[in-house]
T-cell receptor, first 110, second 112 residues
């Protein structure tokens, strides 16, 4: 069966520090991969998606970037965090119609 | 602009009671509608997915309905349990997973 791993679960980082969140998927090949951000009281916002290794599409201009160095690995990064980057970050994968989410990373920028 | 609106924003019910959550959407084109359950601090988990031609779909005590003409969906929870306490998110797809529109969710609390 397919599983998705996302870590860390929680992270507290100072403003201006770098960020690296990692997501890996097991049990499937060539999945579409996604990074979402969920802010309190708002719907999930798609940040990046990838249909293959090295292929990244950005949905909103921001302080973040994404990379897909391997088929089942998706990384969300920032060189310098802003206070506004705080939120709940979710990685997801899909092969057919259903999105499968990881358990998220709660990022607090202080 | 594509939008998904859910109501109520929050709901408190007693264990064993039924409840219905609403979702209205203005997404076009329409391919399918999904309901997700999200426990606090966890990722959403899919409950049901419905296409244009499906009116009702059940998953245990969860029953989703879809009226594509009025662009409305509902999620009915029967004989609620404490473990049903979560946020329920309605998501509408135009057919491309990268173009989903998410509702802000209904936060359900089931109490004794």
């Amino acid at each position: 069966s397919q599983t998705i791993h996302q870590w860390p679960a929680t992270l507290v980082q100072p403003v201006g520090s770098p960020l690296s969140l990692e997501c890996t998927v097991e049990g499937t090949s060539n999945p579409n991969l996604y990074w979402y951000r969920q802010a309190a009281g708002r719907g999930l916002q798609l940040l990046f998606y990838s249909v293959g290794i090295g292929q990244i599409s950005s949905e909103v201009p921001q302080n973040l970037s994404a990379s897909r160095p391997q088929d089942r690995q998706f990384i969300l990064s920032s060189k310098k965090l802003l206070l506004s980057d705080s939120g709940f970050y979710l990685c997801a994968w899909s092969v057919q119609r259903t999105l499968h989410f990881g358990n998220g990373t709660r990022l607090t920028v202080t | 602009k594509n939008q998904v609106e859910q109501s109520p924003q929050s709901l408190i019910i007693l264990e064993g009671k039924n409840c219905t959550l609403q979702c209205n959407y203005t997404v076009s084109p329409f391919s399918n509608l999904r309901w997700y359950k999200q426990d606090t601090g966890r990722g959403p988990v899919s409950l049901t997915i419905m296409t244009f031609s499906e009116n009702t779909k059940s998953n245990g005590r969860y029953t989703a309905t879809l009226d594509a003409d009025t662009k409305q969906s509902s999620l009915h929870i029967t004989a609620s349990q404490l473990s049903d306490s979560a946020s329920y998110i309605c998501v509408v797809s135009p057919g491309t997973a990268s173009k989903l529109t998410f509702g802000t969710g209904t936060r359900l609390q089931v109490t004794l």
